[in-house]
């Protein structure tokens, strides 16, 4: 198995924009976690989904972050506007039931 | 609201010695993680404990778990600079939400 694929690896945009980060969990798992991590906060858990719906949205920061998952091989976290804060490590995550969380490569956002 | 914390933060120590990083949490929960993380690298899943008393061990490591203690170790056995790495712990909040420890970054020099 490929394990987890995030897409971009890296991301660098200017405040005010809109930034898409894609994950691509591992097939049959049906849960889909978006980490982000800062030195400041170390790893937080943003939102969750089982089998496609959103079960706890409560670590998203700001309406500005948005995170959808239109079916079982794909999620999106959305932030717009974008702004410096924002910048972090984001990880997407999967498991099969309550198991062991399998991490993907990460996206590293800059937001200048 | 659950709160997992690591100690130390930070430990360099010298190969072949042995040493324990200690995780302790807050609530009730059963099921507890220890993750490694390398510089710039992802997360990499190292042990699951399930159950009171659970020990699990791969190499060098060894991990443990007390759940009426609230309190979970990571010993490390004869350390060798490829376990120079970030160790995290996470603890099973409610159903399948992690709470993060702070993380031990362990140095080891040779």
């Known amino acids: 198995d490929a394990g987890v694929i995030q897409s971009p690896r890296h991301e660098v945009t200017e405040m005010g924009q809109e930034v898409t980060l894609r994950c691509k969990p591992i097939?049959?798992?049906?849960?889909l976690f978006w980490y982000r991590q800062t030195m400041m906060r170390g790893l937080e858990l943003l939102i969750y989904?089982?089998?496609?719906?959103?079960?706890?949205d409560s670590g998203m920061p700001e309406d500005r972050f948005s995170a959808k998952m239109p079916n079982a091989s794909f999620s999106t976290l959305k932030i717009q506007p974008s702004e410096p804060r924002d910048s972090a490590v984001y990880f997407c995550a999967s498991s099969w039931s309550t198991r062991e969380q399998f991490f993907g490569p990460g996206t590293r956002l800059t937001v200048l | 609201e659950l709160k997992v914390e690591q100690n130390p933060l930070f430990l360099s120590m010298q190969e072949g010695k042995n040493y324990t990083i200690y995780c302790n949490y807050s609530?009730?929960?059963?099921?507890l993680y220890w993750y490694r993380q390398d510089p710039g690298k992802s997360l990499e899943s190292l042990f699951v404990l399930l159950s009171n008393g659970a020990v699990k061990q791969e190499g060098r490591l060894m991990a443990s778990l007390d759940t009426k203690a609230r309190l979970s170790t990571l010993h490390i056995t004869a350390a060798v600079h490829d376990l120079s790495a970030t160790y995290f712990c996470a603890v099973d909040n409610a159903g399948n939400m992690l709470t993060f420890g702070g993380g031990t970054r362990l140095m080891v020099k040779p």
């Open positions: 609530t009730t929960s059963d099921r």
């Open positions: 097939s049959g798992h049906d849960y």
């Open positions: 989904f089982n089998n496609n719906v959103p079960i706890d």
